[in-house]
């Protein structure tokens, strides 16, 4: 039987991993939530814009990626728990 | 989950400001205004009007030509609002829309009752309303008033027109009655109170351009409210009341009290012209809507701004056709132009 109190140092590591890993995803994945809820709304408006002047596609474009930086922060977020730790 | 009220106005909000942008700016009116027919024509040709004048270009000649592809151009824009626009914002829009359906009512109907001919009755209607231009196509086809209120009878309008007694003022005031009463009800189902505010200030300046017509007229207090449109923002029941009852200088000094003042207080010295006043007072509205819709971006307000933008485009370039036709002075055409 193995001893409660002796811990093995792998298991420790492997366990650590896991909850980084863990947190990782969950920074990309509300960031992800984050940045889709605020393009909805601008991709909405950049359709409207669109369809009354395709010119307005450049901008659209622009406008829409926009809230998409939010999740790079969870993606950075996530690298730096992953390599860093 | 429910969708926010931005995500919900987002589309339709950047859309009809794209609308907007297409509309002519107002620097072009007082080069309008010293163009002749044909050049003014051939610019609108050449415009955001292009097809409708293309289309009609058959059919009609000269002011007619313009006249008709204004009104085809404007009910063509405002049922697309329609289209485009979902739940909340499509019914409101569709709700407000039904202006044009009274218009067009109470246009075959003047027209029937004075003895115009089709042709004559078909250059004033704008089928942007629920009515199609097909329907109203054969409404015009009936003979009496009587026949098109038959017509009608299985649309909303009718409760409204089955009081016909051979006067036609009042069933046309039971008409206005009718839609702002179903406004004020489609503002208050809502959750856009802004729309209410807007509709209530627009109910105001409708009752003080009657009250204004009414006191000229010399009309008896029992009948001015009669026709007065209850539900406004800073004129209530007493305050309509009591206006309606006062001799026309008074009247004009009690209206010092609303802020609808500032919108005549320059004109309040030579209140003589009627027409002077109710170009301030839509040219009041206009601003209002245009400063409101850019309090509230996200909101109702911006389509609505679009809608009375877009009519008084339509009206200042009628009047300045119409005005060159009949050879009015440009002063004259100016003072009519509300922009």
Redesign the interface.
């Known amino acids: 039987m193995v001893d409660p109190s002796v811990v093995d140092p792998a298991i420790v590591a492997a366990n650590a991993k896991g909850i980084i890993a863990i947190g990782a995803g969950i920074a990309v994945g509300l960031c992800g939530i984050g940045a889709g809820l605020g393009e ?3 991709g ?6 669109m ?3 395709e010119k ?1 596609f450049g901008k659209g474009l622009l406008m829409t990626v926009i809230p998409e930086s939010i999740a790079i922060f969870g993606l950075v977020v996530a690298l730096i728990l992953l390599f860093v730790f | 989950m429910g969708k926010s009220q931005a995500v919900k106005y987002a589309y339709i909000v950047a859309r009809v400001r794209g609308m907007k942008s297409k509309l002519i700016p107002k620097e072009m009116y007082p080069k309008f205004l010293n163009m002749d027919i044909p050049e003014i024509t051939r610019f609108i040709g050449e415009s955001e009007y292009k097809s409708d004048v293309d289309e009609l270009g058959k059919k009609y000649k000269g002011t007619d030509l313009f006249e008709h592809a204004l009104n085809q151009n404007l009910a063509l824009t405002y049922r697309k609002l329609i289209e485009v626009s979902q739940n909340e914002a499509n019914y409101i829009i569709t709700e407000y829309l039904r202006y044009w359906d009274i218009w067009n009512i109470k246009t075959i109907l003047r027209g029937k009752f004075s003895g115009a001919s089709e042709d004559e009755i078909l250059e004033d209607v704008v089928s942007a309303g629920q009515l199609r231009y097909r329907d109203l196509l054969e409404i015009i086809k009936i003979g009496t008033i009587e026949g098109v209120i038959a017509a009608l009878s299985k649309t909303p309008y009718h409760p409204a027109l089955s009081g016909y007694k051979g006067v036609l003022a009042e069933i046309e005031n039971n008409l206005d009655k009718m839609y702002y009463a179903g406004l004020i009800k489609a503002g208050e189902s809502s959750e856009d109170k802004f729309f209410l505010k807007f509709l209530k200030t627009e109910i105001d300046l409708k009752n003080l351009k009657i009250l204004f017509r009414m006191k000229r007229a010399g009309m008896e207090r029992e009948e001015i409210i009669k026709l007065l449109i209850p539900g406004g923002i800073e004129l209530k029941e007493t305050q309509l009341g009591r206006l309606a009852s006062m001799p026309f200088p008074e009247f004009v000094r009690a209206l010092e009290e609303f802020s609808y003042w500032k919108a005549i207080a320059d004109i309040s010295g030579e209140l003589t012209s009627l027409i002077n006043i109710e170009t301030r007072f839509d040219k009041y509205g206009l601003i209002n809507i245009t400063r409101i819709s850019y309090y509230y971006p996200l909101s109702i307000l911006p389509v609505l701004d679009y809608i009375v933008c877009k009519k008084m485009e339509v009206d200042n370039l009628r009047m300045i056709v119409r005005g060159k036709e009949t050879k009015l002075p440009e002063e004259i055409i100016k003072a009519h132009l509300v922009m």
């Open positions: 909805q709304a601008i909405a408006a950049a359709v409207g814009a369809a009354e002047d307005f």
